[in-house]
């Protein structure tokens, strides 16, 4: 199995700045997609940010220009990095990982495998 474990939320005001990271880890597996999802109360869960397996990303209009989403593969982690944010960005947000589980239980099955949350409040 392949677990995802964030980090670095917290509250932060209006115009602050906020670097979330997530780091894999297991014992033998390949990333090709990775990921940042988040859902606020009442509301529905959306993809924030997406990084593929050929560095292309993907971002909610939303955060463009305000969040910039990276990898150090050398390290396992993931990493997110929120500028001007907004309390419409207060949220919890989860990262994801795809990709192959070479390990000896898995066998070079694919996995998705999802981070337990962190609370990102964004208010005065």
């Known amino acids: 199995q392949v677990h995802l474990v964030e980090s670095g939320g917290g509250l932060v005001h209006p115009g602050g700045s906020l670097t979330l990271s997530c780091v894999a880890s297991?014992?033998?597996?390949?990333?090709?997609?990775t990921g940042w999802y988040r859902q606020a109360p009442a509301k529905q869960r959306e993809l924030v940010a997406a990084?593929?397996?050929?560095?292309?990303?993907n971002y909610a209009d939303s955060v463009k220009g305000r969040f910039t989403i990276s990898r150090d593969s050398t390290k396992s982690t993931l990493y997110l990095e929120m500028n001007s944010l907004k309390p419409a960005d207060t949220a919890v947000y989860s990262c994801?990982?795809?990709?192959?589980?070479?390990?000896?239980?898995?066998?070079?099955?694919?996995?998705?495998?999802w981070g337990q949350g962190t609370q990102v409040t964004v208010a005065s």
């Open positions: 994801y990982a795809e990709g192959v589980d070479y390990s000896a239980s898995y066998h070079g099955k694919d996995f998705r495998s």
């Open positions: 297991g014992s033998a597996f390949l990333i090709t997609t």
């Open positions: 990084l593929n397996s050929t560095g292309g990303t």
